[in-house]
């Protein structure tokens, strides 16, 4: 069997005899004598894939054809290309596209997350402006219910709107669900108070703000809507600002803010020396010392019908009334007789009062104009000093009456202040 074998004398290669006397590796002639072909060592080599192909016809010589699993190489030996000159990869438009499109969709991400940080900054914002405004801005009605769901809406309001903005500003979007709840609630709940309050310039901005804060937060809006949904947030910032400014031209906000959480005053700060004019009868008291505030009517008179004014000092806890009556209803025949009965009703609001001290500043003895009386009692567990004058103005009679705590009775000069009073 090795007879019909035969080594190429140009590759090497161990192959049978081809009709053309062609090598199937290297494609030229391996005829060679036996002898030859015996004498050649036989190199090993890798087996190479074979191709089929028609042998070139030649007009000449007729040759016969080859058979159908002969292999015959088309081309002359090509040495293998090295690893490093072979391309890494073909050319793929689309892969090209790829990257662009990756890098367009996390910019669109980024401009959604920057519209959202915005909108978690405006509400950190407004928690500040929330406090501002139930401090400052003045508050109409006197009604407890209505001030005590304002301070609850307040502090709700102010702490939805720190956890959404800390949120917000971290890039976190999973609180949009509650900030649409906290937006819309607190427009209708705020801008529905302030309307009954007839503060309607209030109205509208607590409308425009939430509806600007709302298009910002919630989805991604486009650059035009975001525009408007910022300028709606401005326009109600600028509103407040405003607004704080002229407040603080009429009355200080330190003032404001003192008294912020006691309804039942009025807005204005009295100072040393100043005069305030009676409602029901012509008449000035002059003001002892400094921080005085009056007192809502409607809220003096819950206790007596007949106080006509009511000035409290929140700092000392000191109070200056007058009440007015007719002197028919009084049912005393001179000021000795009124002071009597006022006595009485001291001892009645403060069981254990004790008198310490009665004048009679009139221009007669037997039928003076003014009367006073000096004591302390206990109230609220602390003990108190009073003083009361009663002055008679024609058929009208005024009293007025003076407490406050025994440190700071002397020190806010309520010593004699009963007698501040003028009559027109």
Known sequence: MDDTWINCPHCGLKHRPRAQGLCPRCGRTSSASRASATSIPAIPVAPSIPVARVAPASPSVSMPRAPALEHVPTVEHIPPIPLEHHPLREHLPALERAPAQERAQPQADSSGTGVLQLGGGIL????????????????????????????????????????????????????????????????FLFGGMSLYQAQYLFTLVVVAFSCGVLVLVWGKPSALLAGVGLTAVLLGVVVELFGFHRLAETQPLADRARIALRPDLEGRRFGEDMSIVGDRHAYKLRVPS??????????????????????????????????????????????????????????????????????????????????????????????????????KVGNTLLRVTAFAPNGSFETLHLHGATLGLRAN
């Open 124 to 187: 950190l914002l407004n928690a500040v402006l929330h406090l501002f405004e139930f401090l400052f801005l003045p508050s109409v009605s006197t009604d407890a219910s209505l001030r005590a769901a304002q301070l609850a809406g307040t502090l709700i309001g102010v702490g939805l709107d720190l956890l959404l903005g800390v949120s917000f500003l971290r890039g976190k979007d999973q609180l949009r669900t509650l900030a649409l709840i906290r937006l819309v609630v607190g427009m």
């Open 290 to 391: 400094d921080g005085w505030y009056r007192r809502k009517a409607e809220v003096a008179r819950v206790s007596d019908s007949h106080i006509d004014l009511w000035l409290t000092q929140p700092d000392g806890n000191a109070h200056l009334s007058v009440a007015v009556r007719d002197w028919s209803d009084a049912n005393a025949t001179d000021l000795r007789e009124a002071r009597d009965q006022a006595l009485e009703e001291l001892k009645r609001q403060y069981p254990g009062f004790q008198v310490s001290e009665t004048s009679d500043n009139g221009t007669r003895i037997e039928d003076p104009s003014i009367a006073t009386l000096n004591g302390g009692a206990t109230r609220s567990g602390q003990p108190f000093l009073f003083e009361v004058s009663l002055h």
